[in-house]
T-cell receptor
Framework: DVKVTQSSRYLVKRTGEKVFLECVQD?????MFWYRQDPGLGLRLIYF???????EKGDIPEGYSVSREKKERFSLILESASTNQTSMYLC?????????????FGDGTRLSIL | DQQVKQNSPSLSVQEGRISILNCDYT??????FLWYKKYPAEGPTFLIS?????DKNEDGRFTVFLNKSAKHLSLHIVPSQPGDSAVYFC????????????FGKGTKLSVKP
């Protein structure tokens, strides 16, 4: 079974802090994704990566950056946290090469910015 | 503009009856469709998928139907169980999208005993 592990289930930070959300997958997947989920808005893609050291912007990249130094790890960084970044953050991974592969998700990090 | 639409935010069904969740899409380049199930405070779990070369895929109590001409897919759950109560997301992937998924906003299913 694919295992996608997000480092924290719940996190509380203050406005202006730099926040790191970590995600690790154990299935040697090339693709990794970061989403945020908000009520009534579904899942919105923040950033994704198809390989080590590469990244692509998703639909809502503003205020975020990412890092992928190793294949199994994909980090989401909130450069200067703001209250409108309070959300559920979901990491996912999938096999590369073809589009008919499901993404496998971690359990999410519920982030609150005070 | 939403490319994947789930027009019903919620659905309530009696235990043992059929649940039908609907999804419409606009992009004719979509060729792979998925359904995910999500419980509160957990990540989405992949449920079932269908390729555009098929019109039906079945896995136990779950069946997905695809109507390409109408750009419509549906998830049927028979019989519905209280444990099926969750938010269901429809997602789609386009040819040469390298695995990017476009998600609908979800439908909250409540199965009442």
């Amino acid at each position: 079974d694919v295992k996608v592990t997000q480092s924290s289930r719940y996190l509380v930070k203050r406005t202006g802090e730099k926040v790191f959300l970590e995600c690790v997958q154990d299935m040697d997947h090339e693709n990794m994704f970061w989403y945020r989920q908000d009520p009534g808005l579904g899942l919105r893609l923040i950033y994704f990566s198809y390989d080590v050291k590469m990244k692509e912007k998703g639909d809502i990249p503003e205020g975020y950056s990412v890092s992928r130094e190793k294949k199994e790890r994909f980090s989401l960084i909130l450069e200067s946290a703001s209250t409108n970044q309070t959300s559920m953050y979901l990491c996912a991974s999938s096999l590369a090469g073809r589009n008919n592969q499901p993404q496998h998700f971690g359990d999410g990090t519920r982030l609150s910015i005070l | 503009d939403q490319q994947v639409k789930q027009n019903s935010p919620s659905l309530s069904v009696q235990e043992g009856r059929i649940s039908i969740l609907n999804c419409d899409y606009t992009n004719s380049m979509f060729d792979y469709f998925l359904w995910y199930k999500k419980y509160p405070a957990e990540g989405p779990t992949f449920l079932i998928s269908i390729s555009s070369i098929k019109d039906k895929n079945e896995d136990g109590r779950f069946t997905v139907f695809l109507n390409k001409s109408a750009k419509h897919l549906s998830l049927h759950i028979v019989p519905s169980q209280p444990g099926d109560s969750a938010v269901y997301f429809c997602a789609a992937s386009a040819v040469r999208s390298q695995g990017n998924l476009i998600f609908g906003k979800g439908t909250k299913l409540s199965v009442k005993p």
